[in-house]
């Protein structure tokens, strides 16, 4: 039995989830069932981080991937974000990265910046 905390919403239910039929108790909503089963298969992460930024107001870019990526990929995916410069102006929603280490994610702005 493998024991988690739920992170799909603020209560941080506390699950327990069998490592061999992926059967999940402790969720107060199916979020957790859904989110205790898939830690076991498959954890993915939304990773969020800055990129370094050319720009007269800014020196650092916000930048989060577009949807979950598997975690064994996590230092893959922010080896590539490492290496990012990014010029202004830069809008919320631009992709930086496409298909950041190979996992169907981008990497995109998650701010404004004109100058």
């Known amino acids: 039995m493998k024991e988690l905390i739920c992170i799909t919403c603020p209560k941080g239910c506390h699950l327990k989830v069998d490592e061999e039929t992926f ?3 402790g969720n ?3 979020r957790g069932a859904v989110y205790g089963a898939n830690e076991l298969r ?3 992460r939304v990773i969020t981080s800055t990129v370094r930024l050319e720009s007269e107001t800014f020196r650092r870019l916000p930048v989060k991937t577009d949807r979950a990526v598997p975690k064994a990929k996590m230092f893959e995916v922010m080896d590539e974000i490492a290496r990012v410069r990014a010029h ?3 809008k919320v929603g631009d ?3 496409a298909n950041v280490a190979g996992t169907d994610g981008n990497v995109v702005a998650t701010r404004t910046v004109e100058k």
Do not use: R
Request: proline fraction near 20%.
């Open 23 to 25: 059967a999940v108790t």
């Open 28 to 30: 107060s909503c199916p």
């Open 42 to 44: 498959n954890p993915v």
């Open 88 to 90: 202004a102006p830069v």
């Open 95 to 97: 992709i930086l990265i």
